[in-house]
């Protein structure tokens, strides 16, 4: 199954954006988010999505399950530890999915045997065949991982893997739990396990890394040259700490330097940005403008000399056409005159897939928008779709705010919030301030005392999503309440409206609620 690097294979992408990426601090998903992200992995063609960690809560059980019952197209994988609980409730989420996958994990490290598991070598072999062969009962496709491999000593690594494999498992994924391996490390253990594992030919082997180093595609990239069939990884390298490796920039290495790595995968390239920018938004973890791919600035050419380079030859300086990746070149601007026909071709070219019914509703928002902004850019019709598919039932929602204030005092507010109903029927809350640091603190304040909500604010960013003094306003806030992180994201021509839409949501989602959940890998 994992063939020489000489020939043309197919690599397996294997994402665990809604499982790993949803373990990243404040990045935690609703039903409904989390089905609009399944949908779009499909669309964006990956092989397997790791639905969640069904064990973990009521809502990630939930989410698995839907997933499975309703998303087709990917193979559906839930998570569990070795244990007969876990991967019980792993397959009562997962069996009604269309093809599923199983995925057990045991730490085999000895930092982790020793302190975490106080399990011996022998224990833990016995424990990982107990696992594949209870998840290998009730599915033909499971996986095994045992956790922190990078750190494991690679003659106990090839037994448990041997193991596992003649237990039944069909997957053998080797984790950088802790994004401690380098390139080269990672090639030598994928050989190793090649040359030295007698059953490897029966399982294929994936690589799972973590960036804490920075070097999470890389080395997936060198484990697959060294023979790896398939590559975990999040939409924007999104997930525990540093996050995991990036989808789109593994994807792109493979295809782009297919001269070199002799391998490709399934996805769809083009469906790369509409696909980073919708977990962008769902997620309110914001993409750094130079990322590699899905970036704001990975395709412009700032430098003259690059410019000149690019007008006489794009290969001067291009090495992947941004029409590949799904980033649109052409900035057609859109006014009020624009009808609904262009603004739908439009938001089709951007690579949304929208129903009528969502279409007419962002036209409606559109019409408001083009009335106070006299054009209106690609990059503004995107902010519009997304904020379709962020809708969050909003227990809070924003009638209006009146606000004075004068540099180094205090600003007066006049907040108005709907309470209890979307359509704006609900009952009004009024709160009146004097107080805090420039409007956007006292904005910031009326609602905590609007709502009766109070946080601690993490982090607060503004930034235009597109050009011109009129340009939108983009503003994404975390706060912590009760111990956990919620996120928020506004947009709007009014920076201050966008920052008060911002926090709403964040408190929104703070008063929804996060449910006790357990973490898969901390005991
Ligand atoms: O990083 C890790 O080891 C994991 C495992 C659960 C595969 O996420
Ligand atoms: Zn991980």
């Excluded at 593994?250 to 001269?259: G, P």
Aim: hydrophobic share 40%.
């Amino acid at each position: 199954m994992n063939t020489p690097a000489s020939s043309n294979r197919t690599i397996r992408i294997f994402d665990t954006t809604l499982r790993d990426g949803e373990q990243s601090p404040g990045a935690s998903m609703n039903l409904t988010e989390k089905m609009e992200i399944a949908q779009a992995l499909v669309q964006l063609g990956v092989d397997i999505i790791e639905a969640g960690f069904p064990i973990a809560s009521p809502g990630d059980f939930e989410a698995v399950r839907e997933i499975a019952r309703t998303v087709s197209g990917a193979t559906i994988c839930g998570l569990a530890r070795c244990n007969d609980a876990d991967i019980d409730r792993a397959w009562e989420a997962l069996k009604a999915a269309r093809s599923a996958r199983i995925h057990v994990f045991l730490a085999t490290s000895s930092i982790h045997r020793q302190f975490k598991l106080r399990m011996t070598e022998d224990e833990v072999v016995a424990r990982a065949v107990a696992g594949v062969k209870r998840a290998r009962g009730y599915c033909d496709d499971i996986e095994f991982s045992p956790e922190d491999a990078a750190r494991t000593d690679l003659d106990f690594l090839c037994r448990v893997v041997e193991a596992a494999i003649d237990a039944g498992a069909t997957t053998v994924n080797i984790p950088d739990t802790v994004g401690y391996a380098t390139p080269n490390q990672m090639y030598r253990c994928i050989s190793t396990l090649r040359e030295r594992v007698p059953n490897i030919d029966k399982a294929v082997i994936s690589v799972h890394c973590h960036d804490d180093l920075g070097l999470a595609v890389a080395n997936s990239l060198a484990a697959v040259e060294a023979g790896a069939g398939q590559v975990e990884c999040t939409i924007n390298g999104i997930g525990e700490r540093a996050g995991n490796c990036s989808l789109e920039e593994v994807v792109m290495a493979l295809r782009t330097r297919n001269d070199y790595y002799a391998a490709d995968t399934q996805v769809v390239s083009q469906r790369l940005v509409p696909t980073s920018r919708l977990v962008a938004t769902i997620t309110g973890i914001q993409v750094p403008r130079n990322k590699a791919i899905v970036g704001r600035n990975a395709f412009a050419h700032e430098a003259g000399i690059h410019q000149d380079g690019m007008l006489k030859e794009r290969s001067t300086y291009e090495i992947m056409r941004p029409e590949d990746v799904g980033l649109e070149r052409t900035d057609l601007v859109l006014g009020k005159h624009s009808g609904r026909a262009a603004l739908a071709d439009r938001v089709r070219a951007l690579g949304y897939a929208l129903t009528a019914e969502q279409v007419n509703q962002i036209f409606e928002k559109f019409k408001l928008l083009a009335d106070r902004k006299k054009e209106v850019y690609d990059g503004d019709i995107a902010a519009l779709c997304e904020d379709q598919f962020a809708e969050f039932p909003e227990e809070y929602s924003l009638t209006g705010y009146d606000i004075a204030c004068t540099s180094g005092g205090s600003p007066r507010v006049t907040l108005r919030l709907n309470h209890g109903r979307a359509d704006g029927e609900g009952e009004e809350k009024v709160a009146e301030v004097s107080a805090g640091d420039g409007p956007v603190d006292g904005i910031f304040l009326a609602i905590e005392q609007a709502t009766g909500v109070t946080t601690r604010c993490r982090d607060f960013r503004v930034q235009a999503v597109t050009v011109g003094k009129d340009a939108q306003a983009e503003v994404t806030v975390e706060l912590e309440y009760e111990g956990h992180l919620h996120r928020g994201r506004g947009v709007s021509t009014d920076s201050l409206e966008a920052s008060a839409k911002a926090f709403l949501m964040a408190i929104n989602r703070a008063l929804a609620g996060s449910q006790p959940k357990l973490h898969p890998q901390r005991p």
